[in-house]
């Protein structure tokens, strides 16, 4: 394999959709992929780890959050950038301790909640696919009803 080759393979990224009365909990991006676009909590999957440690592990490092439920969800296959290729594995949250920190602030401008119907702009790639494929509406019921993917 090439180096040009193992530059471009796909990567695995995990997105952690951390919901609280109706709301979700997103951060405005600073590090070179995606600057200046809101995010869910997250990273990459690391050699070795199962989705369910990476959220929870990038979600208490990125906002101090000790998730208390986890729940898989769908995963969205995305070019950002034109450069970069992203399978999205997605985890949702919606039992946790503390209250959101910034922790990184090297790569996050803050935390913030925001409801559904209000999201800001621009989204992280990841999160506009995710709405495209399962559309807003559907999404808002899910994380309300606490129900899973079928």
């Not at 600057?35 to 990273?43: E, K, L, P, R, V």
């Not at 999205?88 to 925001?114: I, M, R, S, Y």
Request: charged letters at 25%.
């Amino acid at each position: 394999m090439t180096l040009l080759q193992e530059k471009n393979k796909p990567r695995v990224g995990v997105g952690i959709v951390v919901v609280k009365d109706g709301k979700v909990l997103l951060g405005k991006r600073k590090s070179s992929l995606g600057i200046g676009n809101w995010a869910f909590a997250g990273g990459h999957l690391e050699f070795g780890e199962s989705v369910e440690d990476c959220a929870k592990r990038e979600l208490a490092e990125e906002t101090g959050l000790q998730a208390l439920s986890l729940i898989l969800g769908p995963w969205t296959n995305d070019l950002i950038e034109n450069n970069k290729h992203y399978i999205t594995l997605f985890v949702f949250v919606n039992a946790f301790h503390e209250k959101p920190q910034l922790l990184e602030p090297d790569k996050c401008a803050g935390w913030h909640w925001f409801d559904w119907d209000a999201l800001p702009s621009p989204l992280f790639p990841p999160i506009r696919s995710l709405i495209q494929k399962l559309g807003l509406k559907n999404l808002k019921l899910y994380t309300e009803n606490d129900s899973k993917f079928g």
